[in-house]
C-alpha cells in the first residue's frame, strides 16, 4: 500500500487571536505614553510661560526705573500717583491713562506720565503734529507718536493698547504753576517696548502711596508689575521700589 503524502504548510503570518493580542497590547503602550507625555508637557510649557513672563516682568521694571531715576524734584507734588480725571491733577479731563498712572516731573516745565492702560487715539497724535509741523527729518521722525498705532477714536479702555506700558510727555500750560500743572500740552507718548517684547502676554503696573525722604521729597514709590495671559489671568507677579534720585 502506498503511504500517502501530506505537504505540510509552513505557518506564516498571524492568527486572529495574535493580532487581538498585538492590538491590545499596542493600545495599552500608547496609552501610556499619552500618560506620561501629558504631564511632561504641561509641565514644559507652565516653565517656559513663566520663564518668558518673568523676562517681560524684569524688562518693563528696567524701564520703569531709568524713566524715573534723575526726577526733578523741588517739591512734594512733583510725583504723584493719580487716577485719571481726578479733580485737580494733571490728567484731568485726560482721556489718555485709565486707573493707576505715575507721574514725574522731568525738568520744570515738563512731565511723564506712565500707565499701562494708556488708550491714545489719533486725536492725540494730531495735537503733537500741531506742534511740531516738521516731524520728518532725514528719514527719522522728532517724535515717538508717529511710529504708534491707533485704535480708535476716541479712545476705549478696552483698546488694543491696553496691557502695554505707556510714556506721555506734558509740556506744562501756560497757566500751569509748579504748584498747580493742571493745564498742559502734549508733548510726545511712546511705548517704550516694541510688541514683540510682550508677545501674548499683557501688563498691569499697579503703583502704591509715594514714600518721602527725611528731606520731606519723594524718595521713591512702590510698584507691582503683572503679567497676565490674554484672558486677564495673572502669570507672574513682580514687586520692585522705583527710586527718583
Given at each position: 500500500?502506498?503511504?500517502?503524502?501530506?505537504?505540510?504548510?509552513?505557518?506564516?503570518?498571524?492568527?486572529?487571536?495574535?493580532?487581538?493580542?498585538?492590538m491590545a497590547l499596542t493600545s495599552i503602550f500608547l496609552a501610556s505614553c499619552v500618560v506620561l507625555i501629558l504631564p511632561v508637557e504641561r509641565i514644559y510649557t507652565e516653565v517656559d510661560n513663566s520663564s518668558r513672563a518673568q523676562l517681560l516682568a524684569d524688562t518693563v521694571v528696567n524701564s520703569l526705573r531709568?524713566?524715573?531715576?534723575?526726577?526733578?524734584?523741588?517739591?512734594?507734588?512733583?510725583?504723584?500717583?493719580?487716577?485719571?480725571?481726578?479733580?485737580g491733577t494733571i490728567v484731568d479731563e485726560c482721556n489718555v491713562a485709565y486707573g493707576n498712572t505715575l507721574i514725574v516731573r522731568k525738568t520744570a516745565s515738563y512731565f511723564a506720565t506712565i500707565s499701562s492702560n494708556y488708550n491714545l487715539s489719533q486725536t492725540h497724535k494730531d495735537t503733537v503734529l500741531?506742534?511740531?509741523?516738521?516731524?520728518?527729518?532725514?528719514?527719522t521722525t522728532s517724535r515717538s507718536v508717529y511710529r504708534m498705532t491707533f485704535v480708535s477714536d476716541p479712545p476705549r479702555s478696552d483698546s488694543a493698547h491696553y496691557g502695554h506700558i505707556h510714556y506721555g510727555y506734558l509740556n506744562l500750560g501756560a497757566t500751569s504753576s509748579e504748584s498747580d500743572p493742571s493745564t498742559w500740552m502734549p508733548y510726545d507718548f511712546t511705548n517704550p517696548l516694541i510688541s514683540g517684547a510682550y508677545g501674548d502676554f499683557l501688563?498691569?503696573?499697579?503703583?502704591?502711596?509715594?514714600?518721602?525722604?527725611t528731606d520731606g521729597l519723594p524718595a521713591y514709590v512702590n510698584c507691582t508689575v503683572r503679567i497676565m495671559d490674554k484672558d486677564n489671568n495673572t502669570v507672574y507677579t513682580r514687586q520692585t521700589v522705583l527710586c527718583f534720585t
Amino acid at each position: 500500500m502506498r503511504k500517502m503524502k501530506y505537504n505540510k504548510r509552513s505557518k506564516k503570518g498571524m492568527t486572529l487571536v495574535e493580532m487581538i493580542v498585538a492590538m491590545a497590547l499596542t493600545s495599552i503602550f500608547l496609552a501610556s505614553c499619552v500618560v506620561l507625555i501629558l504631564p511632561v508637557e504641561r509641565i514644559y510649557t507652565e516653565v517656559d510661560n513663566s520663564s518668558r513672563a518673568q523676562l517681560l516682568a524684569d524688562t518693563v521694571v528696567n524701564s520703569l526705573r531709568a524713566e524715573c531715576s534723575g526726577a526733578y524734584i523741588t517739591s512734594p507734588t512733583d510725583i504723584r500717583v493719580v487716577t485719571s480725571g481726578a479733580s485737580g491733577t494733571i490728567v484731568d479731563e485726560c482721556n489718555v491713562a485709565y486707573g493707576n498712572t505715575l507721574i514725574v516731573r522731568k525738568t520744570a516745565s515738563y512731565f511723564a506720565t506712565i500707565s499701562s492702560n494708556y488708550n491714545l487715539s489719533q486725536t492725540h497724535k494730531d495735537t503733537v503734529l500741531a506742534n511740531d509741523p516738521s516731524p520728518v527729518m532725514n528719514s527719522t521722525t522728532s517724535r515717538s507718536v508717529y511710529r504708534m498705532t491707533f485704535v480708535s477714536d476716541p479712545p476705549r479702555s478696552d483698546s488694543a493698547h491696553y496691557g502695554h506700558i505707556h510714556y506721555g510727555y506734558l509740556n506744562l500750560g501756560a497757566t500751569s504753576s509748579e504748584s498747580d500743572p493742571s493745564t498742559w500740552m502734549p508733548y510726545d507718548f511712546t511705548n517704550p517696548l516694541i510688541s514683540g517684547a510682550y508677545g501674548d502676554f499683557l501688563v498691569a503696573v499697579e503703583f502704591g502711596s509715594v514714600v518721602n525722604g527725611t528731606d520731606g521729597l519723594p524718595a521713591y514709590v512702590n510698584c507691582t508689575v503683572r503679567i497676565m495671559d490674554k484672558d486677564n489671568n495673572t502669570v507672574y507677579t513682580r514687586q520692585t521700589v522705583l527710586c527718583f534720585t
